[in-house]
Each structure stands twice: as structure tokens, then as C-alpha cells.
């Protein structure tokens, strides 16, 4: 399953809100999941199974979508979000991930 | 604290070989399934392997099949991913993680190491 991710780079400034979209080549079962990676870091885990917040992910952070399509939202842009985020799928076999959305600084 | 340290990564010479180790502490390493994930340089994420709680079930990724080989030992609570006939586009850092399921490989990555790099270049 090929994951698209878009935009491939968002500007925005803190406090402004963030749509991260990613599409499927295939349905995915609602087994979506969301990375962040800041520079020099290894990736952590957001959110997995389309909206579930992993353990300490703070509630500005939340996920939805069905079928093809997904969606990370940041409600409120904090400097400590500003970092590159994947999704990845573990529906079909082999696991794949997206190539990426920049949340930079505007 | 659950925490996964790799190790084993260099500079060698296309053809050469490289093992990679991944020490893993605080939680029933034998339960879960361990995967390896590669970055190149600038770009994404990219699964590589993965390996069952028991060692029973590997699977690799196409890029990858029949010059990687992985391990694990329970015992140590160690991952090993045994790189031969390296590439220039094998070189990358590559992550240890965690699968968040208690048995089975179909998981997701809940827990990741910092990564160790590999450069292949004559």
C-alpha cells in the first residue's frame, strides 16, 4: 500500500492549527498510524489505529479518517510540534509509511 | 523506563558486512516482536524487518531480502540485523523498535531506539 502524504511542507505559526492529510492506495482498516520526527530524533509514536493518542501525547493532537483517508490535526501549535510527521500503515503486509509532512515555522 | 540502544554501525566498503545490535531493557523483552526501520540520509522512514517474540516468524523487506538476516536472543534480551553485500543505498541510520503488540509481528512501532548509522562508501 502506497501512503501519499500532503503537503509535503506546511507553514504556519504557533497557535494556528494544522491539517495533515494522508491517502491510502488501498482501504486500511482504520490501521493508520502517526509518527513525529524532530531533527536529529529518532520517530515517536502520536497516535495509532486512526485516533488513539499514545501514552503522554498531549490532546491538541488528534487523528481521524476512514477507508483511504486520514488526518493528524494539531489544534493549536505549540514551538515543540514543529517537526516532520509520518503515517504508517500496518493493514496490509508489508508495513509502509508515508514520506512525510514538514510543520515548519512561518 | 522501556529504552532500546543500537549498536554496530560504520563506515564499509560496498560488498563489505556490518552486524547491528539492539540492547533492550524494561519490559518482557520475550513477548514482543522487534522490528528494524532505515532512514537514508534526508528522506523517510523505511521498514526493513521484523522478528517475532520467538524468532519463529522474520520477514524482510523486497530492498533488503537475502543480504539481511535477523536475530534476536531472549536470553540477552538482544536484536541483531546481520548486513551483508552492502549497497551505497543501504546506508542510512537504522532504528530498533518495539512492537506495541503482546505476540504477533502485525503490530505498530510503540517504542524506538536513537538509532545507529551505517555509511557504505568506497
Known amino acids: 500500500i502506497v501512503l501519499t502524504q500532503s503537503p509535503a511542507t506546511l507553514s504556519l505559526s504557533p497557535g494556528e492549527r494544522a491539517t495533515l492529510s494522508c491517502k491510502a492506495s488501498?482501504?486500511?482498516?482504520?490501521?493508520l498510524v502517526w509518527y513525529q520526527q524532530k531533527p536529529g530524533q529518532a520517530p515517536r509514536l502520536l497516535i495509532y489505529?486512526?485516533?488513539n493518542r499514545a501514552t503522554g501525547i498531549p490532546a491538541r493532537f488528534s487523528g481521524s479518517g476512514s477507508g483511504t483517508d486520514f488526518t493528524l490535526t494539531i489544534s493549536s501549535l505549540e514551538p515543540e510540534d514543529f517537526a516532520v510527521y509520518y503515517c504508517?500503515?500496518?493493514?496490509?503486509?508489508?508495513?509502509?509509511f508515508g514520506g512525510g509532512t514538514k510543520v515548519e515555522i512561518k | 523506563e522501556v529504552q532500546l540502544v543500537e549498536s554496530g554501525g560504520g563506515l564499509v566498503q560496498p560488498g563489505g558486512s556490518l552486524r547491528l545490535s539492539c540492547a533492550a531493557s524494561?519490559?518482557?523483552?520475550?513477548?514482543?516482536?522487534m522490528y528494524w526501520v532505515r532512514q537514508a540520509p534526508g528522506k523517510g522512514l523505511e521498514w526493513v524487518s521484523v522478528?517475532?517474540?520467538?524468532?519463529?516468524?522474520?520477514y524482510y523487506a523486497d530492498s533488503v531480502k537475502g543480504r539481511i538476516t535477523i536475530s534476536r536472543d531472549n536470553s540477552k534480551n538482544m536484536v541483531y540485523l546481520q548486513m551483508n553485500s552492502l549497497r551505497a543505498d543501504d546506508t542510512a541510520v537504522y532504528y530498533c523498535?518495539?512492537?506495541?503488540?503482546?505476540?504477533?509481528?502485525?503490530?505498530?512501532?510503540?517504542?524506538w531506539g536513537k538509532g545507529t548509522t551505517v555509511s557504505v562508501s568506497s
Open positions: 488501498q482501504r486500511v482498516s482504520g490501521l
Open positions: 523498535a518495539k512492537s506495541n503488540m503482546l505476540r504477533g509481528v502485525r503490530g505498530f512501532m510503540d517504542v
Open positions: 489505529d486512526t485516533s
Open positions: 522478528i517475532s517474540e520467538s524468532g519463529g516468524s522474520i
Open positions: 524494561g519490559f518482557a523483552f520475550s513477548n514482543y516482536a
Open positions: 504508517q500503515q500496518r493493514s496490509n503486509w508489508p508495513p509502509t
